[in-house]
């Protein structure tokens, strides 16, 4: 038990100093004010709003933000200004209103509410490449994502996270329905496992710095190495898979033997339906083949190691 305790102050302590090192200015008022004295910091505005607001407000204090024990949090005013003019009177506007939806008053440029949450989360890891990033490029403010007084943030849960991308990217929305799909609307898979939507290094938002190397952080089998490598496996992933959804199983962007002829032009052109003639043949090279090899699996009946093969005898892809 006593370790325990000492455990926790311990990592109470290398917390503190590890964040005292990028202490946001802000805070850093409140760094030296304890508990009840940050509660009295939001006495200026919950003297008005209180469990009587039409929205719930005080809900706040069951996020982390609330957490008043916690003195890096905001105080109402760390994020919505100081506000004194709406303070004198409710005809004026508090100095920034987050959100797209307008109540009273109309909501700040997305900038302006950016600014607010980012004093204070600029310089955390995941958000480094925020400034010219899909979304900071395209005017989406943080809110448009994340709620701050509701209990349940519903982009930072796997199960309800897709609802609020969805309510932009409507095209994923679609694909994800597909037969063919990873498991996103069941919860099991989130946007957030391939993409880091506060920016990142690699193209598409994606959390890595290529397609291939996002899908082997589950994929992991399918880096190899492999005696016999297929080449368009190591470049790029989506060349035959789509991320989302497709009809074509297992999310493929068309179907087997058309997938392979855009690249093999037919390399059993006697019997492919692709190419359907015998002037295809190529050098002795194509047997015989039975006209079925060419239905269910298709390439894959012979094929199978489409990923790369580690038989001494796989070159061509087929144990
Ligand atoms: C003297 C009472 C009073 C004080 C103090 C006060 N407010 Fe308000 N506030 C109001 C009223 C009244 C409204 C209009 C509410 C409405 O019509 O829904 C309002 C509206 C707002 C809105 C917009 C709500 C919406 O629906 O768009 C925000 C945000 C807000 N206040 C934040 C604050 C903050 C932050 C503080 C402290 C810095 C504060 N208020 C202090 C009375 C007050
Ligand atoms: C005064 C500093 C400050 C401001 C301003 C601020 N935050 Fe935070 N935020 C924090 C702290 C401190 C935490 C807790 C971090 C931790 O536990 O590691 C936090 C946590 C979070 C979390 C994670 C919550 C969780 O469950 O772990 C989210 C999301 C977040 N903030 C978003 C925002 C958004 C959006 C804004 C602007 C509307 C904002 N923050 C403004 C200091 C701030
Ligand atoms: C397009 C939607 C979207 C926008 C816009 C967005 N976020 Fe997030 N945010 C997320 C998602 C999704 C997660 C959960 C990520 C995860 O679990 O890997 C998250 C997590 C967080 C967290 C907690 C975990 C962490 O990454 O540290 C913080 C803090 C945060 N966001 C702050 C912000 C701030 C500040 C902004 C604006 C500059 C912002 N977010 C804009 C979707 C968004
Ligand atoms: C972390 C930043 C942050 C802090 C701290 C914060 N708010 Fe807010 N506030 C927001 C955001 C973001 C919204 C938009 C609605 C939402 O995300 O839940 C909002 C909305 C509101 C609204 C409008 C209600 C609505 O749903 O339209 C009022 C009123 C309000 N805040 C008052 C307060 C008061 C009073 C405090 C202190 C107890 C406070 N806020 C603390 C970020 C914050
Ligand atoms: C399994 C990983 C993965 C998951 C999960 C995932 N994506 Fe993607 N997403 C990708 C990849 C990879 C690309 C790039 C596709 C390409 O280059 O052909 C992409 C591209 C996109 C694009 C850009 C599309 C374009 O044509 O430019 C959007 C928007 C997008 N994803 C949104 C989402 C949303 C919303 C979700 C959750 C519902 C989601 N993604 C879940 C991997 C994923
Ligand atoms: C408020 C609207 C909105 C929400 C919510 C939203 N996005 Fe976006 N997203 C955009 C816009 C606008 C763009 C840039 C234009 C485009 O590519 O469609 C974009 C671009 C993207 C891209 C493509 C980046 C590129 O380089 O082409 C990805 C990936 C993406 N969003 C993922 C997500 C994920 C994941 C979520 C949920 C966590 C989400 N978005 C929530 C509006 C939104
Ligand atoms: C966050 C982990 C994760 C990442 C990253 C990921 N996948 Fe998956 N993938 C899964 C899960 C989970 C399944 C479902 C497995 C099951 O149902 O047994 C799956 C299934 C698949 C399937 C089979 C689908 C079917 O219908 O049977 C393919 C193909 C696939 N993923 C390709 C990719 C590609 C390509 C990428 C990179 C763009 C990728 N995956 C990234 C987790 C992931
Ligand atoms: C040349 C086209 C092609 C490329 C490139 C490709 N795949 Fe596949 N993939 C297929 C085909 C075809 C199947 C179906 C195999 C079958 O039916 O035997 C498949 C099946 C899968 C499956 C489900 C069955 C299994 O083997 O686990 C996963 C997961 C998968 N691929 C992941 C990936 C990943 C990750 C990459 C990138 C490293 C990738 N694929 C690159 C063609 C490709
Ligand atoms: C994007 C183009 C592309 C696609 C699509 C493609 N391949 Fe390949 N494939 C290649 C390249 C490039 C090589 C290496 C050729 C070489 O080394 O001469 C190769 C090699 C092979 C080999 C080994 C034979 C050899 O000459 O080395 C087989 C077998 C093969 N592919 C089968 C398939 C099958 C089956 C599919 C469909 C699931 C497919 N390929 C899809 C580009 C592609
Ligand atoms: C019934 C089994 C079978 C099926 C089905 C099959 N192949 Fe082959 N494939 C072979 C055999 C056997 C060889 C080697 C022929 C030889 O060495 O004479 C070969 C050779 C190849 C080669 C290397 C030679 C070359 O011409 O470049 C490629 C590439 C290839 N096949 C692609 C495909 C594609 C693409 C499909 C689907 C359209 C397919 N194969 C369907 C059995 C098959």
């Known amino acids: 038990m006593k370790l325990l305790i000492k455990f926790i102050l311990l990592y109470g302590l290398l917390f503190a100093s590890a964040y005292a090192e990028n202490t946001p200015p802000s805070a850093e008022k409140a760094a030296t004010k304890s508990p009840a004295q940050q509660m009295d910091r939001d006495s200026v505005c919950t003297r008005c709003h209180d469990e009587n607001d039409k929205t719930p407000v005080l809900t706040i204090y069951q996020t982390p933000h609330g957490n008043k024990a916690d003195s890096r949090t905001p105080s109402c005013q760390g994020c919505h200004g100081e506000s004194e003019k709406h303070i004198s009177s409710?005809?004026?506007s508090p100095d920034v209103i987050f959100g797209i939806k307008k109540g009273a008053y109309s909501a700040s440029d997305a900038k302006d509410q950016n600014t607010a949450c980012l004093t204070c989360h600029e310089k955390d890891q995941n958000r480094t490449h925020w400034q010219g990033g899909a979304h900071q490029v395209a005017d989406i403010a943080c809110t448009s994502c994340h709620q701050s007084h509701a209990a349940h943030d519903k982009v930072r849960d796997k199960r309800t996270q897709p609802d609020v991308c969805f309510t932009c990217h409507t095209d994923q929305k679609a694909q994800v329905?597909?037969?063919?799909?990873?498991?996103?609307?069941?919860?099991?898979?989130?946007?957030?496992d391939c993409h880091n939507p506060h920016g990142s290094a690699g193209p598409k938002?994606?959390?890595?710095?290529?397609?291939?190397?996002?899908?082997?952080?589950?994929?992991?089998?399918?880096?190899g190495p492999y005696l016999w490598e297929h080449q368009p496996v190591t470049e790029d992933c989506a060349t035959c898979h789509t991320?989302?959804?497709?009809?074509?199983?297992?999310?493929?962007?068309?179907?087997?033997p058309f997938l392979c002829d855009e690249c093999h032009d037919g390399p059993h052109a006697s019997i492919s339906p692709v190419a359907g003639n015998a002037a295809g043949m190529q050098g002795g090279?194509?047997?015989?083949?039975?006209?079925?090899?060419?239905?269910?699996?298709?390439?894959?009946?012979?094929?199978?190691?489409v990923h790369g093969s580690n038989d001494p005898a796989g070159a061509l892809l087929q144990r």
Do not use: D, Q
């Open 90 to 92: 409710k005809t004026n």
């Open 177 to 192: 329905r597909k037969f063919s799909h990873h498991p996103i609307g069941e919860g099991k898979v989130a946007c957030s």
């Open 205 to 223: 938002l994606l959390k890595k710095n290529t397609v291939t190397e996002t899908c082997y952080t589950c994929h992991a089998e399918k880096r």
């Open 243 to 256: 991320p989302h959804g497709s009809n074509i199983t297992p999310l493929l962007k068309s179907r087997p």
């Open 285 to 305: 090279l194509s047997p015989t083949l039975p006209s079925e090899s060419f239905t269910g699996r298709a390439c894959m009946n012979c094929h199978s190691m």
